[in-house]
Every structure is written in C-alpha cells, then in structure tokens.
T-cell receptor, first 114, second 113 residues
Framework: KAGVTQTPRYLIKTRGQQVTLSCSPI?????VSWYQQTPGQGLQFLFEYFSETQRNKGNFPGRFSGRQFSNSRSEMNVSTLELGDSALYLC?????????????FGPGTRLLVL | DQQVKQNSPSLSVQEGRISILNCDYTNSMFDYFLWYKKYPAEGPTFLIS?????DKNEDGRFTVFLNKSAKHLSLHIVPSQPGDSAVYFCAASATAGSYQLTFGKGTKLSVIP
C-alpha cells in the first residue's frame, strides 16, 4: 500500500507570495492533518480535514488555509508569505481521525521563504 | 504554553545499553500518548502508544511507561542500536474534544557503536 505522498518536496518563495502544498493520503484514509515543524518548536498542528470538512484548527493566522477534495487529497495554502513561514510542512493521514488512531506521516514539503 | 515537554534536546547512549527518553505533559485531558521517530528528510513514523488506562506498553525492544499522577511518560529502548539514532517525538491527544496531536519538541538520540 502506498504511503502518504506530498508535493512538492522542496519550495523556495519570496516574502509576499503565496504557496499551495499538496498531500495524498493512504488509500482509504479519510482524515488528513497538517503540521508545521520549525527548528526548536517541534510539530505544531495546523488543521485537520475529514470528508471535505475542516474539523479542527490550530492556533495559526488566517493566512494559513486548507481544503480537502472528495478523493481525500488535501491542499494547504499560505498567503502573503513571511520569513517565519520557512518550515517543514507535514501532512498525516488516518482512517477516520479518531483520537486513538495512528497517524501516518508523509515526507514533508520543505518551504524556504526569502 | 507548551503542553507536552521533552526537556532533553539530545541524548547519547552506547550501543547495547538502555536509552531512556522522557516526556512531561500538563493537560489533564490528555489520555492517549504516542512516540514517533523521525529520520532526516523523512516524515515521523509511529513507534508505540499507550492509553491512560495502562501504565506500561511493550513492543519488542521498545517499552513506554506512563505515570499519570506525575504526568510523565518515558520510552525505554533496550538494547539500543545504531539504527535507533533519530529524533524522537512524544505526542498526546485527548479522546474527549477535538482530535489533534500535540507534540513535544523532540529529543535527538545518538547511539554510539
């Protein structure tokens, strides 16, 4: 079974631009979560989608948004990029997103904002 | 306010010895805990988990201990192997309420041959 895939793997943008990252979950998984990892901050929860609906959102500004499609693939968008948005963005999928399910992570998209 | 804390950024252990990674949490609503391992350029991979109704869970060389009264959990790796060298993240979730994982900042384990 194929794992979680994320595209692109690496991205360089400049301040003020916007970016869209894509995540394809494991086949059959309907929950997709997004996390931001920065040095010294660990993984911080961005949002979680299930059946095209955002169920949970972390403490991030409105510049960070996402969506999920009917095939469970998900995208996240960051508008008006800031230097501090440079990070590894990870998505994870699970069957139904219940608390005691294992989340399976993709390799991440490394975003550098110049 | 950090709800899951891993106070040791790094740990070095000799091959064959025990590695003990620690994690503390502050949110009393957390009732499910997980450990993930992360190699460079890869996403985190699930290692082992424990529910708050247990105080120990074992899977091969990996054992997680939970002390609810102290709000503390630890991961024991015995014996440690060079391939265990990675960053280990402790994570927690609350069954009641919105589903999300809250992660610690990670501990980098180096197993020296």
């Amino acid at each position: 079974k194929a794992g979680v895939t994320q595209t692109p793997r690496y991205l360089i943008k400049t301040r003020g631009q916007q970016v869209t990252l894509s995540c394809s979950p494991i086949s059959g998984h309907r929950s997709v979560s997004w996390y931001q990892q920065t040095p010294g901050q660990g993984l911080q929860f961005l949002f979680e989608y299930f059946s095209e609906t955002q169920r949970n959102k972390g403490n991030f500004p409105g510049r960070f948004s996402g969506r999920q499609f009917s095939n469970s693939r998900s995208e996240m968008n960051v508008s008006t990029l800031e230097l501090g948005d440079s990070a590894l963005y990870l998505c994870a999928s699970s069957l139904a997103g219940t608390p005691q399910e294992t989340q399976y992570f993709g390799p991440g998209t490394r975003l550098l904002v110049l | 306010d950090q709800q899951v804390k891993q106070n040791s950024p790094s740990l070095s252990v000799q091959e064959g010895r025990i590695s003990i990674l620690n994690c503390d949490y502050t949110n009393s609503m957390f009732d499910y805990f997980l450990w993930y391992k992360k190699y460079p350029a890869e996403g985190p991979t699930f290692l082992i988990s424990i529910s708050s109704i247990k105080d120990k869970n074992e899977d091969g060389r990996f054992t997680v201990f939970l002390n609810k009264s102290a709000k503390h959990l630890s991961l024991h790796i015995v014996p440690s192997q060079p391939g265990d060298s990675a960053v280990y993240f402790c994570a927690a979730s609350a069954t009641a309420g919105s589903y999300q994982l809250t992660f610690g900042k990670g501990t980098k384990l180096s197993v020296i041959p």
